[in-house]
């Protein structure tokens, strides 16, 4: 009986969020705790998108400008199976960090002195100490977004758009 009422319950979709704020919400929170991979199979419509390995992930940039992301929905517009949850976005302007980390370095001696991969690596890292030590007024930006969101099989999924993920890696669109 008790494997049974489990069972009913699992697949009632009982613990996904019932409504589409509710989503977008848990992917968020999801990407700012560093559970990217997770968050983006549960709630994307197209998860791969939003998926990192080691390879795509590099020294942990991605991880690290998330968890310092923060947003706030500012309007849901709900039409039957479909959504439209607006946010403000706050990340970090990863265009500004480049532009300080390009003169920083160069007055690095160290980093002058590294060729190809070695230099490569040292500048991948000086990435994420930046994004890491980063306080609010220094290499931050705001933007509003609109995503889309759909019914697939009674559970609402995000349609994950190239100007989200350009927004939360903090580029420019």
Do not use: H
């Amino acid at each position: 009986m008790i494997t049974s009422f489990l069972m009913v319950f699992m697949l009632s979709g009982c613990g996904a969020p019932k409504t589409p704020e509710g989503t977008v919400k848990e992917l968020l929170k999801g990407m700012v705790k560093g559970e990217t991979n997770d968050v983006a199979v549960k709630y994307a419509a197209n998860p791969s998108i939003l998926v990192a390995d080691e390879t795509t992930d590099v020294n942990g940039l991605r991880d690290a400008i998330f968890s310092k992301m923060t947003y706030k929905i500012t309007d849901v517009k709900e039409y039957e199976e479909e959504a439209t949850v607006s946010l403000e976005l706050t990340t970090i302007d990863m265009p500004a960090v480049n532009f300080y980390l390009k003169d920083m370095l160069a007055e690095d001696e160290a980093y002058a002195k590294l060729a190809g991969e070695a230099k490569n690596t040292y500048y991948e890292t000086s990435q994420v100490n930046t994004v890491a030590d980063a306080k609010e007024e220094d290499f931050y930006r705001t933007v509003n977004l609109d995503l889309n969101v759909k019914k697939d099989d009674n559970t609402w999924k995000i349609e994950i758009s190239n100007e989200f993920i350009y927004a939360v890696l903090g580029q420019r669109y």
